[in-house]
């Protein structure tokens, strides 16, 4: 809290002389490289001062991107330089005020050609790995671990550093072939977009309704019945009856955890007396459109763990990560022909069937269980 020991200099890039700004020591050891002309400074800071929109954070940023100094950045997989903490690091590599670079070389060093797992798990550097080699070649060719970023694209996207944001994992990249060889269109013309509101909550409502999270979202990917119940007024139900789920709806988790998906199954109540189910603000509602792509066919290509890993590059925002709505409606999605959407159709259902008689087997092995010793014993004795 108290500046009065950090240098000027360092205090004006943040603009944060009058000390009335949240400072952190990993802003100011930014902001202090920023402000010292001379030399290569090498700093090694958390993951999150890369995209997060806390205080000054965005600031030092900004101006670190405005000085034309960064020469790199090198995502690094938790556990690689720290072995005591998972959490992701970025290496800054800045240049002399003389340099004035126009762009910026990123690297993943969670790439196979860097890092390989220990027995543990833990990422380790490969032997014979030269960070510096790729960092000084001319080029960038291969954009799955490597990419020179003009300043431009990085001011586009809001000065936000995340590696992530430029470069195309192998799933992008996968999936990018597989809607280059398929007819596709964008999700807002496949679907209605709803986003749930805050409904609020009366201790004496008439009426009840279940708000789903991402804990009701089953392994086999249909919708169980929400733990959470509120009671509402007759006023609030207007708001909520725009946000019930109906059968065959997919609900898409677009904050925190991101990427779940879960088909609204064709049980699912949706009168007010029975006490319909509806999303929680995490999740953006998906109803297909008629004559388009059917909730089985849009659940199977939003559940693949390709189109998953996909979906979470495209998540931003501070503490918490979410898709902005834009990008959503813009994601594409591809339109089988009616032979694979019927497969796709078969295929769920067999599965939900197969689901259906190994949770039958569970239960039967479970009551055999408790109605053995010494569980029939002591169920019998407990009040």
């Known amino acids: 809290m108290n500046t009065n020991q950090i240098p000027r200099s360092t205090l004006a890039i943040l603009d944060a002389e009058e000390g009335k700004k949240r400072l952190t020591e990993d802003v100011l050891a930014l902001a202090d490289a920023l402000a010292q002309s001379t030399g290569q400074t090498i700093l090694c800071v958390p993951d999150g001062l890369m995209y997060r929109g806390v205080g000054v954070e965005p600031l030092v940023r900004e101006a670190l991107v405005a000085s034309g100094r960064l020469k790199g950045v090198l995502a690094v997989p938790g556990g690689m330089i720290f072995p005591n903490t998972m959490m992701d690091t970025d290496v800054l590599v800045l240049t002399s005020s003389n340099m004035d670079g126009s762009k910026v070389r990123m690297l993943d060093l969670s790439h196979p050609i860097f890092s390989g797992r220990t027995v543990r798990g833990r990422p380790e550097i490969l032997p014979g790995t030269n960070w510096a080699r790729y960092l000084e070649e ?162 199977e290509y939003l559940a693949n763990p390709t189109v998953v890993e996909a979906l979470r590059t495209l998540a931003g925002g501070s503490a918490i990560q979410s898709i902005a709505i834009k990008d959503l409606k813009a994601f594409r999605v591809p339109i089988p022909s009616e032979e694979e959407a019927e497969r796709a159709e078969l295929t769920f259902k067999q599965r939900q069937e197969r689901h259906a008689q190994i949770e039958a087997i569970l239960a039967e092995i479970e009551a055999e269980r408790t109605s053995s010793w010494p569980s029939r014993e002591l169920n019998r004795d407990m009040p």
Request: avoid cysteine; hydrophobic fraction near 40%.
């Open 138 to 299: 001319s080029t960038a060719t291969d954009e799955t671990f490597a990419k020179d970023v003009s300043l431009e694209e990085i001011k586009e996207k809001d000065f936000i550093l995340s590696i992530n944001r430029y470069l195309l994992p192998p799933a992008a990249v996968a999936l990018e072939g597989f809607l280059e060889r398929s007819r596709t269109i964008e999700l807002q013309d496949a679907v209605e977009l709803i986003r749930p509101l805050s409904l609020g909550k009366a201790e004496d409502g008439e009426f009840t309704i279940f708000e789903a999270s991402p804990a009701d979202v089953s392994q086999h990917g249909l919708l169980t019945q929400p733990h959470k119940i509120s009671t509402l007024e007759r006023a609030q139900m207007r708001k909520a009856r725009n946000q019930r789920l109906l059968p065959g709806d997919v609900i898409l988790s677009v904050k925190g955890t991101i990427g779940t998906a879960s088909l609204v199954p064709a049980d699912a109540p949706t009168s007010d007396e029975d006490g319909f189910w509806t999303a929680g603000q995490s999740f953006m509602i998906l109803r297909p459109k008629r004559g388009g792509v059917s909730g089985v066919v849009l659940y």
